[in-house]
């Protein structure tokens, strides 16, 4: 199953894993601002309630990082593979691939934070959001790229998103360049799937030979911020 933003929502999150065991789900792909804040207590009791409900319906989490995380938590600038931040639960770092069912996914993380300037330096906001250079090179560098899962799309996905009027220019630029790179890493990797979230809002579209799916978030409905995939085939159902 692919998820959508759940912003550390504990009982949508919860509802959503049960939701994926029940239909015979084994892994959830989750396209970032999961909610990893393990600095806050909040966040903590988030991680945990979530790990346990995996746990529980023996259901494996695997996430890429949103802009809204804890940056300084994860460590972008040493892990080189999947790290298991609580059971069963676990941050894919950007440009890693992981293998299932004869599938090659390649894990994106990383936005840009149009509400930066409403938010605090190294508590609720970091520059570490965006991907390094050496990120990019990585996720470049891949190969035979079946599925991207990111937090962010390329120009052109018809997504719902703030009015640009009521974002800085600066923080535009940064997130148009953003986009942009998206859009090489798309034309590079050629993937058959494109699973994100981050404009919260469902919609679909084919885009230069690759189909985009754009999902929903956790203060919308369930059914929206969910997809069903069967793999290899990439035959994509709703759920809920």
Not at 100 to 126: C, E, H, N, Y
Not at 154 to 175: N, T
Not at 178 to 186: F, W
Request: with cysteine; net charge negative.
């Amino acid at each position: 199953m692919f998820a959508g933003d759940w912003h550390a929502g504990t009982d949508f999150g919860i509802s959503a894993v049960a939701s994926a065991a029940a239909a015979g789900v084994e892994r959830i792909a989750h396209v970032g601002d999961f909610g990893y804040w393990p600095r806050h207590p909040d966040g903590r009791r988030y991680l945990e309630a979530i790990s346990d409900a995996c746990v529980e319906h023996d259901v494996e989490l695997w996430f890429c990082d949103g802009n809204h995380e804890d940056h300084e938590s994860l460590p972008h600038d040493t892990a080189n593979e999947p790290v298991e931040v609580a059971p069963g639960v676990n941050w894919v770092p950007r440009g890693i691939t992981v293998e299932w069912a004869s599938t090659r996914i390649l894990f994106m993380g990383g936005a840009v934070s149009v509400d930066q300037f409403s938010r605090f330096p190294g508590k609720t906001w970091f520059p570490t959001e965006v991907p390094s250079e050496g990120q990019w090179q990585r996720a470049s560098a891949a190969t035979d790229i079946d599925v991207v899962v990111a937090h962010d799309t390329v120009p052109g996905m018809p997504v719902l998103g703030r009015p640009a009027l009521s974002i800085p220019w600066a923080i535009r630029r940064r997130a148009s360049d953003h986009r942009k790179r998206l859009a090489a890493l798309q034309k590079s990797l050629e993937p058959r799937l494109w699973v994100h979230g981050h404009w919260h809002h469902r919609a679909s579209a084919r885009l230069s030979g690759t189909q985009f799916e754009s999902l929903g978030h956790d203060r919308g409905p369930a059914s929206e911020a969910a997809l069903l995939c069967d793999l290899p085939s990439l035959e994509l159902t709703t759920i809920g």
